[in-house]
């Protein structure tokens, strides 16, 4: 049984009542699919790591991990798992006592420290760019962002709706689902999720403004328009003064 498309509307809704135009699906680029099935391994091997690193974590009232500011992780070995998104290291192969942390890490309130949460302690971490010794650059980090949220959702639904119970599930889980997704998977829940979604929107919107002062700034005001630059025509032995692949004919970019 496939899972109804109005559920799926609602899985990729990021609004708490307004459900989404388009349903959740698999992506168009199965690399893409594969880098974004990436870093849910990630963060696992960096859940585990950083409880191996001190023995006396201990797990909150509310079952939620906390990390603290002492704890570290060797970001050189995560990047390492980016090379072949097929191979799973053998520390990603989670024990039976630790697979209710993968629902804590979706399933979980952040009143205050963000960093308590699992979830957003990984993203900042994965904001740092260590072979520039600096943070990335928000056009980066907005796809490895993006990745994380499709595979939270991904998740979310197998624990909330498992797909080898398809067949047996009607209104009664359906609904369930639909109130979990309300609590923890929308804008504004006060959850992991929530504010990924926030931090997203946030970088979307910078890159949105860097390209509007791009072009009012450096453009002089020019009218934005795009063009396909396989189709740009330019002659570098065309030596009159002036003369350049802007006003060449053959591109019309003059005109605009």
């Known amino acids: 049984m496939i899972l109804p498309q109005e559920l799926r509307r609602w899985l990729k809704s990021v609004r708490i009542g307004e459900v989404d135009q388009r349903p959740m699906g698999r992506l168009q680029n199965e690399s893409s699919q594969s880098v974004y099935a990436t870093y849910w391994v990630r963060l696992i091997c960096y859940c585990l790591r950083v409880l191996q690193s001190d023995d006396a ?18 970001i050189g070995q995560q990047n390492d798992l980016e090379g072949d998104p097929d ?7 989670v024990p039976d006592r630790e697979r209710n942390n993968i629902e804590t890490l979706i399933f979980q ?7 308590q949460s699992p979830l957003l302690h990984f993203l900042a971490v994965l904001g740092i760019d260590e072979d520039n010794n600096r943070l990335r650059q928000g056009n980066d ?6 990745g994380v949220v499709y595979c939270v959702r991904v998740i979310a639904l197998e624990i909330l709706l498992p797909a080898e119970q398809r067949s047996s599930q009607g209104e009664t889980e359906f609904e369930m689902f639909l109130d979990r997704r309300k609590e923890y998977l929308a804008d504004g829940t006060l959850s992991p999720m929530s504010t ?17 002062l791009l072009w009012q700034e450096l ?24 003369a350049y692949f802007v006003n060449n004919e053959q591109n019309g970019i003059d005109k605009v």
């Open 87 to 93: 191979i799973v290291p053998a520390e990603a192969t």
């Open 141 to 146: 980090f907005s796809y490895m962002l993006a």
């Open 196 to 212: 990924a979604i926030s931090l997203l929107a946030y970088v979307a919107a910078a890159i949105v403004d860097a390209e509007h």
């Open 219 to 242: 453009m002089w005001g020019a009218n934005r328009f795009e063009m396909d630059l396989d189709e740009l025509t330019d002659d570098f032995t065309f030596r009159k003064r002036g």
């Open 57 to 74: 974590q201990q797990t909150d009232s509310a079952g939620g991990d906390r990390f603290s500011d002492g704890e570290s992780l060797d």
């Open 109 to 115: 309130k952040v009143y205050g420290d963000v960093f």
